[in-house]
């Protein structure tokens, strides 16, 4: 992977300012395809729904209810965003009213370790992010008033 953000991101350097800029060559295919995989895998969406069916097979309403903040139409793109990429299965039952249940695929449940470390990181490193937030609002707070004071006509 990180061979990949080097060729991602390769750049050439202005002499005059030495600011590194993207060139304008297209990417290495491997690497348009990881940024594909992970645009897909690293969705808030993405993330939220496949640990709900982590769970187990779901009915949409079910989905709903679980994934907090989602919108039905937000959670219909993103089932067909994971069903198209081979994460989701999408059973329809023929009753009255027709009864749809989504169950990861074992590609979907193999997922599943990635975020749990993903979730385990978050949740052990969030206190020091938030510390780093207030210290640089703190910075950012300290230099606004220090601008104020030098631009203010006496």
Not at 9 to 28: E, F, Q, W, Y
Not at 126 to 139: D, N
């Amino acid at each position: 992977m990180i061979c990949c953000v080097k060729d991602c991101t390769r750049g050439t350097i202005l002499s005059d300012t030495n600011i590194p800029v993207r060139t304008m060559a297209p990417r290495p295919e491997g690497c348009r395809a990881v940024a594909e995989t992970l645009g897909r895998i690293g969705d808030k969406w993405t993330v939220m729904v496949v640990g709900s069916l982590a769970q187990g097979p779901m009915r949409y309403n079910h989905i709903l209810r679980t994934v907090e903040g989602i919108s039905q139409r937000m959670l219909t793109l993103t089932l067909k965003g994971l069903e198209q990429d081979g994460l989701v299965t999408r059973t329809m039952y023929p009753t009255i009213p027709p009864r749809v249940d989504y169950e990861l695929t074992e590609l979907g449940r193999l997922l599943i370790a990635p975020l749990q470390s993903l979730h385990d990181w978050a949740t052990e490193h969030r206190p020091a992010m938030l510390a780093a937030r207030a210290a640089f609002a703190e910075k950012e707070s300290e230099a606004a008033s220090q601008r104020a004071r030098f631009t203010t006509p006496k």
